[in-house]
């Protein structure tokens, strides 16, 4: 028996800068519904991988679907079902809030009075209906990080990909932007996955895949890999693979 | 790709740098001044040294104000195309320009459409230019306005292709000063925009030779001959084979297994 074909399959990827091996035969699977995380700590490949994901970068081997489609024969067509928050904001300050999330859904090819409907739906959804006309600049970094996953989510993609979303955030607005998030993909049935590396941000029924060095250490359940590695807690079976299948 | 869809985008991409333009009043300014000085200043010094004899397209003897303005509307649009390269490098920078590049429409085609913007944007900066040097007093033939567009869309595409070529080869914004160096200056100087050619035989076969294979005078002259209702065949020709070289050069320096994208953080 089968189960439902994952949003994103990745299959034997590999990449390379100059001679030096960034990523070493990725394989794995990101379903609908769960919230995957790809805990590695900085220079593991996290962004590299990202890059390759959303076409910046074209992989030297293996290959990467979206919904079944091979990103990289079907050609940009397939990033319609995605929706990208880079590590980097790529937020233009001088636009308000409007004018950002028009400009893109303009990229997406959506119609006015339809981006107009899914500019107010995401919104208010995370909290920004009072910032429309806001000037980008004057936001702080959380606003700037939901604004950023609003546009994400405008064309309603089926796959979220999170690169360190948080990364500037202070505890609070962390914490809430993990709940919104957790939220969001059981309640939309979307795929999501997370690049980070910061452990706490990780639940013990999110999917988890251990980065380290472009080779993938451990995947599975969270909560899972802890009991496997036989360590008290996820930050214990963390240094565990790292050390153990290094 | 979905011609509905694919509007939306180009018009999305153009509304954006419009917008942006008119958000920066100070290059608007400046794009304007930059010439302005060369037709008042220094046309006026240069008018009674430089003797010019009567050449195509002119059939009258000209002053230097009137020989010099195609040569100025190609320095605006010049200036235009390497700061259109030069806000790429910038978007490049910045992230924003990973936006553009991860839309699901084909690269050549949100390359295209980013030119498309820039050439709207100088035509903004040519005509408000023409419309000074008009009320300044230099003789531009009113229906050459009209004539000039094609020649304008043409010039613009082709040095906007260049800007985009060399934004993919810009790796850091603190580069950009070696393209005013070695691509704006040399390009602007050894071209027909502030003298003829024969005037450059006459100090050096040399310099006659580079500004005659330069495109920048090829544009300029596409311009000069557009304004008195006229068609520089050759010109035409090497305008639309070298946008052509340009773009594609672009295009392919912008595939994704170039890599020119060259953060590595995670």
Known sequence: ???????????????????????????????????????GLNGSGKTTLFSLLTRLFAPDSGRIEILGMDLHQTGSSALRHVGIVFQQTTLDLDLSVAQNLLYFAALQGMGRKEAVLRMTEELEALDLADRLDHKVRTLNGGHRRRLEIARALMHQPSLLLLDEPTVGLDIDARKSLVAQLHDLVRRNDIALLWATHLIDEVREDDTLLILDKGRLLAAGAAGELVKQSGKADLVEAFAYYRTAKA | MNAAMAWRAFRGVALREVLRFFRQRGRFLAALVRPLVWLVIFAAGFRAALGLSIEEPYETYTTYEVYIVPGLIGMVQLFNGMQSSLSMVYDREMGSMRLLLTAPLPRWFLLLAKLFAGVAVSLLQVYAFLLISRVYGVHIPLDGFVGVLPALILCGLMLGALGLLLSSLITQIENFAG????VIFPMFFLSTALYPLWKMAESSPLLERICAINPFSHAVELLRFALYGKLNVMSLGVCLACTMVFFIAAVWSYNPRRRFHSSRTG
């Open chain 1, 1 to 39: 028996m089968t189960g439902p074909s994952p949003a994103l399959a990745v299959h034997r990827l590999s990449f390379r800068y100059g001679k030096t091996p960034t990523l070493d035969s990725l394989s794995f699977d990101v379903c609908s519904g769960v919230v995957t995380i790809l805990l």
């Open chain 2, 179 to 182: 393209v005013m160096n070695f």
